[in-house]
């Protein structure tokens, strides 16, 4: 636990936030005006854990691949199989308009973690792939935010809604 509550520290520096273990308090305390703050709440660390386990299954995977459209563990991340269903066409979509090579991205990173309300967050990442346009050697990137509910105690994401 300690070890996830770390890697949640670090994401959400990068986002503008922090988290300190209880007990593990900086010498400094967190200064609101630098866009740092305390959070407590098991609720963030879950979202984190859940957004990271999914996002780390959706890396080297291919998403013109019948396989990777019946994984069952990334469907369960979804409330329903029609979510899934429109969640994995947009994704499949915009990696096609994005140029990635084979539709595969080769890293992914969570870049921000956003709560909203109760039960309610964002997550952005970053999807980083190699270009699969001809004489374009390099990497291409998409970054994507996906908004996750908590439902029944589970963070599920809901795709297609504002």
């Known amino acids: ?32 005006a630098q866009g740092i703050e305390l959070v407590e709440d098991p609720a963030v660390v879950e979202l984190y854990e859940r957004a990271v386990a999914f996002y780390d299954r959706l890396a080297r995977r291919r998403f013109d691949s019948v396989e990777t459209y019946q994984d069952e563990l990334l469907r369960g991340y979804f409330g329903s199989e029609e979510a899934y269903a429109d969640y994995y066409a947009d994704l499949a979509g915009a990696l096609v308009e994005a140029h990635f090579a084979q539709n595969r991205p080769v890293a992914l990173t969570v870049l921000e973690l956003r709560l909203e309300g109760p039960g309610r967050g964002r997550v952005q990442a970053e999807f980083v792939g190699e270009d699969g346009r001809p004489l374009r050697p390099g990497q291409v990137r998409l970054e994507r935010t996906d908004r996750w509910e908590r439902i029944e105690g589970v963070w599920r994401i809901a795709p297609g809604r504002g």
Do not use: F, H, I
């Open 1 to 32: 636990m300690k070890r996830a509550l770390r890697a949640l520290a670090t994401a959400l520096l990068v986002s503008g936030c922090s988290l300190w273990p209880r007990g593990d308090a900086p010498e400094v305390a967190p200064d609101p």
